[in-house]
């Protein structure tokens, strides 16, 4: 079946350092979706990729799809403490009903 | 718009209990899930429903059941709780499964003694 991997599982960074999560999928994805867990919350969706080789910006917050459809990561320029949480990605078949997590990375921030 | 809501927040339950946790959403999506989410760790898909009548198994469904007998409710029955099963429990919906963003519930936390 569909498998996720993530990495790393946790990073710790001083604020103002730079942070990525990697996301690969043991298949080809037709999407893949980036959410925020913060600590005690529930995830938040913070955005979807659909073509290869896109690339979304949010304020500080750089997503890139592959462009073989099969890996995605997250960049955070310059980490403020608002940045901590945990950062999922899941994974969109073509035919998935289902959507399937990655293992997640934790984000810890030195003030 | 309430979007997903999930009761209890919080439940202890002694071994061999059973429960139900319930989930409702007001968006009318017709794709519906329930992951646990065990300390410090990841999301796993316990069952899921793409519509009212139909439900199918995630990654982890042993010692749970489902139904899905309306658009707007998906409730999560445990029988014979575990200590395994000590988690917290996220309910979710999207509008097309895996194509659109998942909206989740605030989680139920539960502790089985």
């Known amino acids: 079946g569909q498998q996720v991997m993530q990495i790393p599982q946790y990073q710790h960074v001083q604020e103002g350092e730079d942070f990525t999560t990697y996301c690969n999928s043991s298949t080809t994805l037709s999407n893949i979706q980036w959410y925020k867990q913060r600590p005690g919350g529930h995830p938040v969706f913070l955005i979807q990729?659909?073509?290869?080789?896109e690339v979304k910006k949010q304020k500080r917050l750089t997503f890139q799809f592959g462009e073989a459809k099969k890996n995605s990561s997250l960049h955070i320029t310059a980490t403020q403490t608002t940045d901590v949480g945990t950062y999922f990605c899941a994974g969109g078949s073509s035919s998935a009903s289902k959507i399937i997590f990655g293992s997640g990375t934790r984000l810890s921030i030195r003030p | 718009n309430a979007g997903v809501t999930q009761t209890p927040k919080f439940r202890i339950l002694k071994i061999g209990q059973s429960m139900t946790l319930q989930c409702t959403q007001d968006?009318?999506?017709?794709?519906m899930y329930w992951y646990r989410q065990d300390p410090g760790m990841g999301l796993k898909l316990i069952y899921y429903?793409?519509?009212?009548?139909?439900?199918d198994k995630g990654e982890v469904p042993n010692g749970y059941n489902v139904s899905r007998s309306t658009t707007e409710d998906f409730p999560l029955r445990l029988e014979l709780a575990a200590p395994s099963q000590t988690s917290v429990y996220f309910c979710?919906?999207?509008?097309?499964?895996?194509?659109?963003?998942?909206?989740f519930g605030q989680g139920t936390r539960l502790t089985v003694v």
């Open positions: 968006m009318n999506h017709n794709y």
């Open positions: 979710a919906s999207s509008l097309r499964g895996g194509s659109t963003e998942a909206f």
């Open positions: 990729l659909v073509k290869s080789g």
């Open positions: 429903s793409v519509g009212a009548g139909i439900t």
